[in-house]
């Protein structure tokens, strides 16, 4: 069955160009121009990603941004004319997957959501890992990560960080190596990216989040808890 993908665009003409150009990669389609018919829908998980422009008529797609986030770990890629910096920062602190800036290439956005869908949808070893004597489990078969008993709702991007860090506990990542590995290419703007998606993975653990995840100054990151035996 194909993957639904919702594009959240006011513009008809992107709009009905992404239809063309995301079915023609084999997802099907929905669409909306109202950012008040996004929140619904995103409510509903009506798809497997969004396409969402923050430049929408009646909602600042920035609440969509936020709602998405709260509905669960359905993926966002931001397409917006907003290309400053500190619009992407934020995009990415709100919990965007990719962001990608208007005018774009059709084909070049279509393989960005491919490439997030398959990290959002990977599947690794079926083996539960635990640390800290069993007070983190990442069951990568089941995507799923647990902190003490709870599961935890982590974007695709932050499961894929805490997954690079987790298979070598201990092992300092720079910032260069991990967004290549999660996010599979170069962006500008790359070390204050990272550092915002930790940012975020760290409050997932709450009050314990910077032991969790520790910053080795300089350097990079680390799991800082040891693998149980």
Known sequence: MAETVLVVEDEKEIRELLRRYLE???FAVLTTGSGAQALTMVADRVASLVVLDLGLPDVDGVEVLRAAREAGATPVVVLTAR?????RIR????????YVTKPFSPTELVLRVQAVLHRANVAATPAVMSFANGRLLIDESRHEVRWNGDLLELTPTEWG??????AVPGRVYSRYELINQVRGYEFEGYERTVDSHVKNLRHKFGECGQDVVQTVHGVGYRLGLRRDR
């Open 83 to 87: 290309g400053a910096v500190e619009d």
């Open 91 to 98: 995009g990415f602190e709100l919990g965007a997957d990719d």
């Open 161 to 166: 960080l805490l997954a690079v860090i987790a």
């Open 24 to 26: 023609r990669a084999g």
